[in-house]
């Protein structure tokens, strides 16, 4: 019987020919039909996540900004300019998305990495050391 | 109310404020105090992982690196540990306060006060996982760690930085070992500090080991570092270690630590469960294959450090409980192949109450031979050998057939000398009381001496060298051998002693 392959390795040559310029749909379809075979279909979505950390790792990163009101073109193009030094990625696709859950402040998500820097997660690590004290 | 807005104030600036991007993963699942996370490839082995709740930022720590998922095991309660939450990695080791301000405190695995008082605040902080020092910074060990109890300083010394394993039954008076122990550090002024690690032990029973400590005046040259059998395994796991990087504090610093162990038995058994929920393929007994490497590694960081490193020393007297006497279980191999002796405590000799119950024939001290006082080791020549014959004798006197004279008088002696070495507990000896008792046996003056009256007579020699000898005996409590002029003095007082408790 062969080996299952680990998902990294499914993701990493996903993430190759992505780079390579095959069309999305084609890879989609490869894949989907692995997961089906494999009854791997419930990690659809880990693979995914591998994906775009391979991806990223490889200059391409879509990144997520979190805030509480919709940031101005200015802040982002700041907030690009962040990511891009931080990462060495060539091509940042930034998307805003507004909660107000987080309170203030802004949380910048990148495949395997964060900078959160929300008020509501300053307070939940005050509400952590309090307890602890 | 003032206090309390510039505590938050502080604690506010020293938020973290970093402006680096933290790596993250998600949890899979999690149960059973184990949580398998998604992401985080730069996390390392026993590296610090810290999960965002609602109710809080839970702490975890990776104990399995797989190709696509991580295991880790939470130092908290998984009651607000939920699949989907992010996981940051703190991209440090796990460390607890080390110092000075820990003494006299009774604290968690983990460092955290858990006596109610006020919270500490240490200098410094210690790695919990730590490698042990190398050989060139090691010294043999040549100090004595004196226990107080004269059958353990007589016949199996321990040295400053050995490892002497405590095993035997439940209930065979293995932790009392190791209270006298603690308490004679104070009482003797040797100026080692006690560390009692407590691995799963009821609450009720680490109360009581607080209060006795208070009560004899030791608790303030003490480390207390608790686990209950209601936290979670990870701490238990974490404990010995903790404590050990609280001891190697001192050690490192040109002081001396006695680390104790109460009981590597819980702690492999904490550690089996937590292999076993992280999957990890389960062994002999269900151990998992590297449970030999779970104490060797905690053991190895006892030491006596060479000059050039301070001469300080850590000892450890890490304690295992045998079922029904059976020291060729697992874990009692392994740790008795780890340390440098063991004291076998048998069930047998507790019930007839010979207490310390010290099997004199399965126990040894590897190391601590060069350890031991002089003025001990001049009276406590073939005491070992003596009582392992006695006690071999022993069952043949009891058919009552006709005995030799030699064999007669071994069989007498030893019961005198069986008498003398039962000790009451919390009462350890000084180095002069040890050797004026042993010498009365040993040298035959208390031969005269019926053996139920053996410890009343002790007890008058004692009393009496004391009040009339103060000088000589302060002498000898330095431990030197004894001069002809002092073992005069204990003869006469002793033959003096011995005929009033004529048969």
Redo the contacts between chains.
Sequence with gaps: MARRL???SVARYAGDQLLAGVAVGEIMTLLAAYLVTEKQTKHAG?II?DIE?YVAERGHVGATVTSAFALSEETLSELRKYIAE??QATDISLHNEVDEKVLGGVK???P??????TIA??L?????????? | MTELSKE?RS??E????G????????I?RVGDGVAWI????KAGYSEVLQI?T????VEAFALNLL??EIGAVLLGSDSAVKAGQ?V?LKGEVLTVPVGPELLGRVVDALG?PIDGGA?IKTKTRGAVEREAIGVMGRKSVHEPLMTGIAAIDAMFPIGRGQRELIIGDRQTGKTALTIDTMINQAKQNTGVINVYVAIGQKRSKVARLVERLKQEGVLEQTIIVATSPADPASLLYIAPYAATAMGEYFRDNSGHALMIYDDLTKHAVAYRQMSLLLRRPPGREAYPGDVFYLHSRLLERSAKLSDELGGGSLTALPIIETQAGDISAYIPTNVISITDGQIFLETDLFYQGIRPAISAGLSVSRVGGAAQTSAVKSVSGNLKLGLSQFRELASFAQFGSDLDASTKSQIDRGQRLTELLKQPQYQPLSVWEQVASIMAITAGYFDTVAPAKIKDAQAALLTRLSTDHKKDMAELDKGAKPSEEIQKTIETTALAVAKGFKD
């Design positions: 680990s998902r990294r880990l996540r950390e931080h990462t910048i998500s990148l395997g990495k964060e900078l959160d820097q997660t300053q939940t690590a005050l509400k952590t050391r309090f307890k602890k004290a | 938050l604690a506010i020293r938020l973290e404020t402006k680096e991007l933290d790596e993250v993963g998600v899979l998604h992401g985080l490839r965002e609602p109710e809080g930022i190709e696509d992010t940051r955290r919270p």
